[in-house]
């Protein structure tokens, strides 16, 4: 069973930064993309950013400039450095795991809340 487990949320002030991470365990396919998402309230989950695992990135155009995603597929697991942030970010970040070429569902993990305060 796969499981993804998020870290490094917190309370912030604009324009600092903060570095979210993704543990994944369990098996699954290699050829895979690994994205954050957020979900702020009232509002639908969004795309953050992307990252195959040959490294090819996609991000948000909100996000562009500030935020960095990145994996270690030797530890499985995936980055989001999120710098200069702001009030908008607010929102609970969850990890995804979309399996290549497979019928299974993508994973999600239960989401890091994150806080921007002015």
């Known amino acids: 069973q796969v499981q993804l487990a998020e870290s490094g949320g917190g309370l912030v002030q604009a324009g600092e930064s903060l570095r979210l991470s993704c543990a994944v365990s369990?098996?699954?396919?290699?050829?895979?993309?690994m994205g954050w998402y957020r979900q702020a309230p009232g509002k639908q989950r969004e795309l953050v950013a992307t990252?195959?695992?040959?490294?090819?990135?996609n991000y948000a155009d909100s996000v562009k400039g500030r935020f960095t995603i990145s994996r270690d597929n030797a530890k499985v697991t995936v980055y989001l450095q999120m710098n200069s942030l702001k009030p908008e970010d607010t929102a609970v970040y969850y990890c995804?795991?979309?399996?290549?070429?497979?019928?299974?569902?993508?994973?999600w993990g239960k989401g890091t809340l994150v806080t921007v305060s002015f």
């Open positions: 990252i195959t695992n040959s490294g090819t990135t």
């Open positions: 369990g098996t699954f396919f290699s050829r895979n993309v």
């Open positions: 995804n795991l979309d399996e290549t070429y497979s019928t299974r569902p993508p994973y």
